[in-house]
């Protein structure tokens, strides 16, 4: 079945600095890449997405790129505030399953 | 309504009695998903509903866990003689689903805690 891998699991920047966050999945077949952010108390949102047919997309200070080759994609983050700080998720959507997978998550802090 | 709405956003229980776990998804959403997210940890799949279609159990970690879909609309997820290592907390997903994947929006989760 499909893996997803999420790396790394915790990351600190400062203020105004980029944050990565890079997930590799195992089955080429999955054609859907959300990624999600979760606050303390809270379900995570969704807050970017990219299908199998596009290689970037972005959104204001955040933008997803896919490799299909390599089978990773990453999520960039740029002029980072602290409200950014929370946990992100990365997901991968393969027909042949019902649910997604998702990877393990990795916490962000950005300090001030 | 304007999102997925959970309830009851926290529940303790004793071990060994039973609790049942609410779900109303976003209005129009076929695909509805149970999720359980340990503390710190990832989101383990426990169940999908779509449609009128048979669920997708294949998450469930043992009989002691079941769901239901009612109308198409409201779900609730049931566990039964609770135990301590079922202290997570419960999330619940709801999503357009037509031909092709479409993100998910979660509720706030209910946190429940055996003691």
């Known amino acids: 079945g499909e893996n997803v891998e999420q790396h790394p699991s915790t990351l600190s920047v400062q203020e105004g600095d980029s944050a990565v966050i890079k997930c590799t999945y195992s089955d080429s077949a999955s054609n859907y890449f959300p990624w999600y952010k979760q606050e303390l108390g809270k379900g995570p949102q969704l807050i970017i997405d990219i299908r199998s047919n596009v290689g970037e997309k972005k959104d204001q200070r955040i933008a997803v790129t896919l490799n299909k080759t390599a089978k990773h994609f990453s999520l960039h983050i740029t002029e980072t505030q602290p409200e950014d700080s929370a946990v992100y998720f990365c997901?991968?959507?393969?027909?042949?399953?019902?649910?997604?997978?998702f990877g393990a998550g990795t916490r962000l802090t950005v300090k001030p | 309504g304007a999102g997925v709405s959970q309830s009851p956003s926290n529940k303790v229980t004793e071990k060994g009695k039973d609790v049942e776990l609410r779900c109303d998804p976003i209005?129009?959403?076929?695909?509805l998903y149970w999720y359980r997210q340990s503390l710190g940890q990832g989101l383990e799949f426990l169940i999908y509903f779509q449609g009128n279609s048979a669920p997708d159990k294949s998450g469930l970690p043992s009989d002691r866990f079941s769901a239901e879909r009612t109308g198409g609309s409201v779900s609730t997820l049931t566990i039964q003689r609770t135990q301590q290592e079922d202290s997570a907390v419960y999330l619940c997903a709801s999503s357009f689903f037509q031909g092709q994947a479409y993100g998910y929006t979660f509720g706030s989760g209910t946190r429940l805690t055996v003691v």
């Open positions: 997901a991968a959507s393969n027909p042949a399953y019902n649910d997604m997978r």
């Open positions: 209005s129009g959403h076929t695909a």
